[in-house]
């Protein structure tokens, strides 16, 4: 068969046919689309969490009691200085701060400023402005949800927390906090460490909890051992069982997404059985034709396997390039809602551009071997029978 | 093969050559660098995730079973 | 002039068909040969069998037994792919509904029998361009064979089967679907086509292939036989 002249036919026919065509291009590029939406946004919050962990200290130890979390004492921080291997002890001020009760909150994060690391990353964040006017008063950064929020109950400059004493603190807003953070930080007021305590009823001698770093690997596991033996109500928490726990929930094959899997493979058979079974039998004829003027079972099916692979490839290709503008262009209006939630503040995140060709592999044999089968068997069964009998 | 067949081919392999563009020439030194000072400045990295934050919904005799219609297992605890 | 040259030859044919249990005879010890160059009519009422052994001509069916050779190879025992190639190459097939693509042009449904042939586009254009030209219907190439009237089908079906220069011509019922002024003009399409020396056979009932001007055979068919 010459290549010229069957590629003119087959692109003829694909042609002439789009109407029938059409429709499954139609069904399939949404099923491809809506599983690489949500592919592509599981991705991208995967990528930029991992690239967080990549600088989060490797151990968190808080204070429990009754199985909540309670103030941990600083004086752990001498404790855990003393143990061979620690380093960087770090203590962590944070809390969530009700707008008004059963409302809307936010995250309140205490800095210690003096630090020249602090100092530094404060730099990097809010690159032109005057560093020096943010330590002077009472002031905080808040991030673009929180600044949303505050403006629309008529908090423009400033806003007055109440501290657990009763007593009010006026804070001022310095600055919000660059868009591109908005996925760790939409609802987040950075403080100084001192403000965030008065707020949020620390003491001095008090912190959330307590942050180190352990260089060597190899000795993490007798860590966990280490700090339990120090108290009995000390919590651990290592860096790997965070990212353990990460790629657990946003693992493609597990939970919430094997069942997304499923349901879409379903629904795709299901729509699939009965559009084929629509053209059944105006196929069968033509095919019988074909058959009748001379071209083999061979050439039949050759025929029909290269136009049943243009129209896959088609559609899967239209659905990943729509999913890719819907997610990454356009920031996936609605559908975020799902990853990101909806509750609370209002977060408008720019998803990083993320393709895991392993996945896209994935979805597209998962949609294209079934489609193929089912046109091709049935195509191969009349391909087989007399011409005559197929064109009854 | 038919012109409007080539022409759709064409149309299709420009789109995918502005995917590719948009994907390769993203700025992602620049979002690691925003995302990672920021996870450095407040040792933070959980999601900021639009949950609303109820405590009567925490069971104090399974700590460890996450409570339904939240999204907030990630917060470190 | 007709040659001694047997273009098909059936010997001892049967063709019984089965239906919820029942068997049903529709050819029986069916012989005959058909010379290089030679019209042949099969003709018969509906259900004589005529048109289930223009099909086991063609290859379209194959026989419960008996052999049918057509320029000495047997078709119905040929694997698919040399059989297809005999049916492509050598025999032309008209049939009564006409059996077109209804959504592609003339042109488009004449092409057809030769995108497995091997040739260019090229060739294969030149081809499609003689073809039409002997049906007579070049200048409706470019309209989409639905919306052609019955005689402009059949001329379509006729360009069709003639486009691959094959030696047999097969015609199932030709007229059956035409009125008289498109029979008439069938039958003179037929005649330059025995001119060509072609070899022809045609199944029909209709009357006017009874007295044709042009040498023919006559072969009644009675219950599945050759009376």
Known sequence: MNANAFWHFLTLQLVKERNKHFSIILISMMIVFLLSSVLFISSSIRFSLEETLKVQPDFVVSRTQGGTAIPTPMEWSDELLEIYGVSHVTPRVYGRYFFEPKAKS?????????????????????TSTDIKAFFEGNQMLVGQGVKEYLNAHFYKDAYNFVTPKGKFQKVTMFKTLPSQTNLLANDMIVLPIDLARKILGYTDEEATDILFNVPNTDEWELMTDKLSALHYDLH???????????????????????????????????????RYSMVYSSERRHIGLLRALGWSINAVLKFKFTETIVVVSVSYILGVLLAYLYVFVLGAPILREIFLGGQNLHNVVSFVPVLDFSVLSSIFLIYALPFIASVLIPVWKVSVTDPKEAML | MIKPFVSFILFLILMVFLMGSHYLLFPYEKNSHTIQTMAKLTNLSPLSLSVAYDESSFNATYPEMPAFGRMDFLYER | MMDDVMMIKIENLYRTFHHGGNEVPVLKDINLNIAKGECVVLKGVSGSGKTTLLSLIAGLDKPSSGKVLIEDDPISKLPDLFASELRA??????????????????????????????????????KVDTALHLANISHKKEIQAGRLSGGEKQRTAIARALVADPNIILCDEPTANLDRDNSLLFIEILKELHTLGKTIVIATHDPLFDHLDFRNTIVPMVDGKIV
């Open chain 3, 89 to 126: 190459r050598k025999i032309g097939m008209i049939f009564q509904h006409f059996n077109l693509f209804e959504h592609l042009t003339v042109q488009e449904n004449v092409t057809i029998p030769l995108i497995t042939s091997g040739l260019k586009m090229k060739e294969i254009q030149t």
């Open chain 1, 106 to 126: 936010f995250l309140l994060v205490g800095v210690d400023f003096m630090e020249e690391q602090s100092h530094k990353n404060l730099q990097v964040l809010i």
């Open chain 1, 236 to 274: 651990v928490v290592n860096k790997k069982e965070v990212q353990k726990s990460y790629a657990n929930l946003y693992n493609y094959k597990g939970g919430v997404f094997l069942i997304l899997f499923l349901i879409l493979l379903a629904t795709f058979a299901l729509i699939l059985y009965q």
